[in-house]
């Protein structure tokens, strides 16, 4: 593997090179105060929900997609390019107009979280229609939105400007107490995981990250999968599509949006995070952190979806809800990584949905979660696949309310009976965003909702 002695990005439209001692899962956010004193962007929660932290990354092909800068990393921004709000006025040192306008709409009182909010603006065009799930990782803690919206609405359409970034080169970066390996292909990966079967696997970070930025630990070997380009892959065929285990949420949300059959997810992957979150986290992570709250998890096992696995003998191919073993566990064996997630295309005319209960509408942790797959022919369920989250030590199918489902009319009287045979199959437990018994009944509630939603769709 090529050693590169340090890290380097662009920042702000200028080439920086670190010290080669530099800590690669150091933050962004970080960095930028404490070494760059860049002090624009501001530390909130310091865990990826507030906003105030937000930067934009800036692609090669003019694209730009806000993140958090608490929870990126600088060994994750090699070969990036950055832009925070210092990066935003002219040659002059004249405030942008996204800047001017936010003012102009009295959009700022105390101006903690204006600079995040700023490059929001600045990163997304943005419709009218979308200005509330644009803002949605973006905390304002004084003004109110009525003046941020009407400044949204202000703001005109900004021209993208490509920007140069160098090819992904295999790199290892050291510091006094931490290794970083960052791998281009799947062999290079492989072998990495062979030979350090203890390091941190760290691909968007959205999870592992507060680690990082909350916890100030610093593991002694990370390998960053962000540029291995097999996990990269999207590819969409007639049966369904195949996703990279890198494959950032924002692209597959696009996907989800244009595919026939993907729709359901869509609406739920909206709600994963904020766009922040979506530019950096990943399905491959979702997966390997197997928690019982993944949000993408119950779709992929409704969709019957499968994940195939890449280790030193080879590749293997399991169901999603196989792969998912126990609370926090899942069935990687030594040296084996994620490598891609097929997800099956639901047939034409199959019903599809995928809900989820939280205290706050988005950007917030489920409290239940519920996903179904249903095929009806002649007004008869025949095949119903139905994943819940949220709801037990990890995302599982809800056998008993399949049972009760498949072959039955597709009748009120059939989804309040496989409603209670949900609730008598899970033992949710009982936390501070929701008791254990608001958690059975209001998954039972979910399921028996469907049917008021696809009724009226079939009445149509």
Same mark, same amino acid.
Request: charged letters at 20%; glycine letters at 10%.
């Given at each position: 593997?090529?050693?590169?002695?340090?890290?380097?990005?662009?920042?702000?439209?200028?080439?920086?090179?670190?010290?080669?001692?530099?800590?690669?899962?150091?933050?962004?956010?970080?960095?930028?105060?404490?070494?760059?004193?860049?002090?624009?962007?501001?530390?909130?929660?310091?865990?990826?929900?507030?906003?105030?932290?937000?930067?934009?990354?800036?692609?090669?092909?003019?694209?730009?997609?806000?993140?958090?800068?608490?929870?990126?990393?600088?060994?994750?921004?090699?070969?990036?390019?950055?832009?925070?709000?210092?990066?935003?006025?002219?040659?002059?040192?004249?405030?942008?107009?996204?800047?001017?306008?936010?003012?102009?709409?009295?959009?700022?009182?105390?101006?903690?979280?204006?600079?995040?909010?700023?490059?929001?603006?600045?990163?997304?065009?943005?419709?009218?229609?979308?200005?509330?799930?644009?803002?949605?990782?973006?905390?304002?803690?004084?003004?109110?939105?009525?003046?941020?919206?009407?400044?949204?609405?202000?703001?005109?359409?900004?021209?993208?400007?490509?920007?140069?970034?160098?090819?992904?080169?295999?790199?290892?970066?050291?510091?006094?107490?931490?290794?970083?390996?960052?791998?281009?292909?799947?062999?290079? %990966?492989?072998?990495?995981?062979?030979?350090?079967?203890?390091?941190?696997?760290?691909?968007?970070?959205?999870?592992?990250?507060?680690?990082?930025?909350?916890?100030?630990?610093?593991?002694?070997?990370?390998?960053?999968?962000?540029?291995?380009?097999?996990?990269?892959?999207?590819?969409?065929?007639?049966?369904?599509?195949?996703?990279?285990?890198?494959?950032?949420?924002?692209? %597959?949300?696009?996907?989800?949006?244009?595919?026939?059959?993907?729709?359901?997810?869509?609406?739920?992957?909206?709600?994963?995070?904020?766009?922040?979150?979506?530019?950096?986290?990943?399905?491959?992570?979702?997966?390997?952190?197997?928690?019982?709250?993944?949000?993408?998890?119950?779709?992929?096992?409704?969709?019957?979806?499968?994940?195939?696995?890449?280790?030193?003998?080879?590749?293997?191919?399991?169901?999603?809800?196989?792969?998912?073993?126990?609370?926090?566990?899942?069935?990687?064996?030594?040296?084996?990584?994620?490598?891609?997630?097929?997800?099956?295309?639901?047939?034409?005319?199959?019903?599809?949905?995928?809900?989820?209960?939280?205290?706050?509408?988005?950007?917030?942790?489920?409290?239940?979660?519920?996903?179904?797959?249903?095929?009806?022919?002649?007004?008869?369920?025949?095949?119903?696949?139905?994943?819940?989250?949220?709801?037990?030590?990890?995302?599982?199918?809800?056998?008993?309310?399949?049972?009760?489902?498949?072959?039955?009319?597709?009748?009120?009287?059939?989804?309040?009976?496989?409603?209670?045979? %949900?609730?008598?199959?899970?033992?949710? %437990?009982?936390?501070?965003?929701?008791?254990?018994?608001?958690?059975?009944?209001?998954?039972?509630?979910?399921?028996?909702?469907?049917?008021?939603?696809?009724?009226?769709?079939?009445?149509?």
């Amino acid at each position: 593997m090529v050693m590169r002695a340090s890290i380097s990005f662009t920042l702000n439209g200028q080439a920086k090179t670190l010290p080669a001692d530099a800590t690669p899962t150091t933050t962004l956010l970080d960095w930028l105060r404490n070494d760059a004193h860049l002090c624009g962007t501001k530390e909130g929660c310091a865990e990826g929900d507030c906003g105030a932290c937000t930067v934009v990354l800036e692609e090669p092909d003019g694209a730009r997609a806000a993140v958090n800068a608490c929870l990126l990393t600088l060994g994750q921004l090699d070969g990036r390019s950055v832009r925070t709000v210092e990066g935003l006025k002219d040659a002059h040192g004249h405030a942008h107009p996204v800047q001017e306008t936010l003012a102009e709409c009295n959009g700022t009182q105390c101006g903690f979280c204006t600079p995040g909010i700023i490059m929001t603006a600045w990163a997304h065009q943005v419709e009218r229609g979308e200005v509330h799930e644009a803002l949605a990782g973006n905390l304002c803690r004084c003004t109110g939105y009525r003046p941020i919206l009407d400044a949204f609405s202000r703001i005109e359409p900004l021209a993208p400007t490509p920007v140069e970034t160098p090819s992904p080169m295999a790199a290892r970066f050291e510091a006094p107490s931490q290794t970083f390996y960052r791998p281009v292909t799947l062999a290079e %990966l492989v072998a990495l995981r062979t030979a350090h079967p203890t390091a941190m696997l760290l691909a968007g970070g959205t999870d592992l990250g507060l680690r990082f930025s909350e916890h100030r630990d610093t593991p002694p070997e990370v390998i960053c999968t962000l540029d291995v380009a097999e996990l990269g892959v999207i590819e969409v065929l007639p049966e369904g599509m195949l996703i990279g285990a890198a494959v950032p949420y924002r692209k %597959l949300l696009l996907l989800c949006e244009t595919e026939p059959g993907f729709l359901g997810f869509a609406e739920l992957l909206r709600r994963l995070g904020s766009r922040q979150i979506r530019t950096m986290g990943t399905l491959g992570g979702n997966l390997g952190t197997a928690s019982p709250i993944g949000d993408a998890l119950p779709p992929l096992l409704a969709l019957g979806a499968s994940v195939r696995l890449a280790g030193p003998d080879g590749t293997r191919e399991m169901l999603a809800e196989d792969f998912l073993v126990d609370y926090r566990r899942n069935a990687l064996l030594p040296g084996e990584i994620i490598r891609d997630i097929w997800l099956p295309r639901p047939a034409e005319g199959a019903l599809f949905s995928c809900d989820k209960l939280s205290r706050r509408h988005d950007q917030d942790i489920t409290a239940a979660g519920l996903s179904v797959l249903l095929a009806v022919t002649d007004g008869r369920i025949t095949t119903a696949r139905i994943a819940h989250g949220g709801l037990g030590p990890k995302c599982a199918r809800a056998v008993a309310a399949e049972t009760a489902l498949e072959g039955a009319p597709f009748t009120q009287s059939s989804f309040d009976a496989a409603a209670q045979a %949900l609730m008598g199959e899970i033992t949710p %437990l009982g936390d501070l965003r929701a008791t254990a018994e608001y958690r059975k009944l209001a998954a039972g509630n979910l399921l028996k909702r469907l049917w008021f939603r696809w009724s009226a769709q079939e009445a149509v």
